[in-house]
């Protein structure tokens, strides 16, 4: 079955630093890949997605590129702020209409 | 515009005790979600909603679990009797159908069986 796999919790990163979280997936056909967002208190936002290979989403400074060859979709983003500290979930999508399979979650905290 | 709205946001129920959640998606979205997301895990679909028709139930615990989207529109999701590895927030999401339309999702509600 699909599944995604992000690395653990919690990433703790001073302000202006460089944020990688990792995100690797296991699925049937040509997924479509997102990453979602939760800020605390908030519901679950979609951040960025791509929909092929190679594709790379982009929002809010943040990156991702969908690679197909490392099953990878990797979030970037090159100088954090503390209004990004949130929770980061991975997800794809391989049947359509939803049917979205999460990963774990990763809780990032950003410090002045 | 309003997003997908909760309620309750909270709720603490002894087992064995029957418990309901309500959702109203966006105005226009046919489409409609239930989650379950356990501590410290992703959220994982329940039922799928198009329209008033449920059109995927397959993770839906049938013997305890319910729900309804009478009119197309709002939807509750019930579980009797609760259990205490029930325990964990239910979110709703809404989108606009077809395929990798992108899904709003409430803040969901955190039920604590006790």
């Known amino acids: 079955g699909n599944s995604v796999t992000q690395m653990e919790g919690p990433v703790t990163l001073s302000e202006e630093a460089f944020l990688t979280i990792n995100c690797t997936y296991t699925a049937t056909g040509y997924p479509s890949l997102f990453w979602y967002v939760q800020y605390p208190g908030e519901g679950l936002q979609l951040l960025l997605k791509a929909t092929k290979a190679d594709d790379k989403g982009s929002n809010k400074g943040f990156e991702a590129t969908y690679r197909k060859e490392t099953t990878s979709f990797h979030l970037e983003k090159g100088s954090v702020q503390v209004s990004d500290s949130a929770v980061y979930f991975c997800a794809l999508n391989s049947g359509g209409y939803q049917k979205v399979t999460f990963g774990t979650g990763t809780k990032l905290q950003v410090i002045p | 515009e309003a997003g997908v709205v909760q309620s309750p946001r909270y709720k603490i129920i002894e087992k064995k005790q029957p418990v309901a959640f309500w959702c109203n998606p966006i105005s226009g979205h046919n489409t409609l979600y239930w989650y379950r997301q356990n501590l410290g895990q992703g959220p994982e679909l329940l039922i799928r909603y198009e329209n008033e028709e449920a059109v995927d139930d397959s993770q839906l615990p049938k013997d305890r679990f319910s729900a309804e989207r009478l009119k197309g529109v709002d939807s509750t999701l019930k579980i009797q009797p609760a259990e205490l590895g029930d325990s964990a927030v239910y979110l709703c999401?809404?989108?606009?159908?077809?395929?990798?339309?992108?899904?709003?999702f409430g803040q969901g509600t955190r039920l604590t069986v006790v």
């Open positions: 999401a809404s989108s606009l159908p077809g395929m990798n339309t992108e899904a709003f």
